[in-house]
């Protein structure tokens, strides 16, 4: 099979083109993936909260994957975002105005304004020096939040939220039926936006700035621009995952700044790998579930479980359990083939 990317008639724009055309075609996987996820809104009734939290935590992880995967920007305090969307949302539906893609649409302006100005302040230093700066703006916002009580509820959560219908017509059930397939979608949509952009040439230069941002920027990249309006891009997104959980839940308090939001986050990205757009979706399927089923099994205890599964994990290498997995599903499915021809 030849490759067309290198035929000498075509042009190095050309062939740059074909490239990343082929780079964004969707796999089978994908999107067999996202049938199964839609159609899971029409069982598993009871779980559909369950489902709902994952669809949020997962736009979370992928907000941070922007920066963190592909950018290479660490940060130990993108809860920020996720809370200041979440008492946006809050504070807005509180006031009479319970409209939930306005919301959205508040909540994304409010943290990106947030995530525009504060990537000045990330832009400098080193990896620890925006550990540092990002872990502080989330502790400043997060006590300035508990001080404007009159406003946020201080460490009672904003009381008297009204979320309307999405859409005017569906209004969030007690299942969570609605829920889930709100926050999917809005996933869905957020995915397909950046699928696109990691995709195209603003998304390599994001790469090769997150390997060399000297060499990025001896070949022209801007590289200070590119991170600004990656770091605001994921603000954005991130703001949006916390107005979700806020509308879904119809309560916002000082738990969505709280610093164990960005370790979860994080953890999702360790256990799904970043830079791979799907791996903050499968990181949080697993985590979540995974909490879910522990917690349930030993409820005093699962933190001590997840918190083994990850040190295997780190251990063992993602790769080598992604070949062993492989290879598992391999033998495995000749054997059910053989099983199922028996009966």
């Known amino acids: 099979m030849t490759d067309t990317t290198a035929s000498p008639t075509l042009t190095p724009v050309d062939r740059a083109r074909r490239f990343l055309a082929a780079e964004a075609r969707w796999s089978w996987l994908e999107i067999v993936f996202w049938i199964v996820a839609f159609a899971l809104a029409f069982g598993f009734r009871s779980n559909h909260l369950l489902f709902a939290e994952i669809a949020i935590l997962a736009l979370f992880a992928v907000s941070l994957d922007l920066i963190l995967g592909y950018a290479g920007i660490v940060s130990l305090g993108h809860a920020a975002f996720f809370g200041l969307g979440a008492y946006t949302v809050g504070i807005m539906a509180r006031s009479g105005w319970g409209d939930p893609l306005t919301g959205l649409v508040a909540a994304a302006v409010t943290a990106g304004i947030l995530g525009f100005v504060t990537s000045f302040l990330v832009l400098r230093g080193t990896d620890l020096t925006r550990l540092m700066i990002t872990l502080g703006v989330a502790s400043l916002l997060h006590e300035t939040a508990n001080k404007l009580d009159w406003l946020t ?11 309307g219908p999405v859409l005017g017509r569906f209004s969030f059930d007690l299942y969570g039926t609605t829920a889930y397939v709100y926050a999917l979608s809005v996933l869905f949509v957020v995915v397909l936006g950046l699928r696109v952009l990691v995709h195209s040439p603003f998304g390599h230069t994001l790469r090769a700035i997150r390997d060399n941002p000297l060499r990025a920027r001896a070949i022209g990249i801007p590289v200070a621009r590119r991170l600004i309006a990656a770091y605001t891009l994921a603000a954005m997104i991130a703001g949006i995952a916390g107005a979700l959980l806020a509308q879904t839940s119809g309560f916002a308090s000082l738990d969505v700044l709280e610093f164990h939001r960005s370790a979860d986050v994080m953890l999702v990205l360790v256990i799904g790998g970043s830079g791979r757009l799907y791996g903050g979706i499968l990181g949080a399927i697993v985590f979540r579930l995974a909490q879910d089923g522990i917690a349930t099994l030993t409820p005093q205890y699962w933190q001590f479980w997840i918190g083994l599964g990850l040190v295997a994990l ?28 028996t009966r």
């Open 153 to 163: 509820g201080g460490a009672d959560g904003l009381q008297g939220m009204m979320v």
């Open 314 to 341: 780190v251990l063992a290498g993602r790769d080598r359990l992604e070949t062993a997995g492989r290879r598992l599903v391999a033998r495995a499915l000749p054997w059910l083939a053989a099983k199922e021809t």
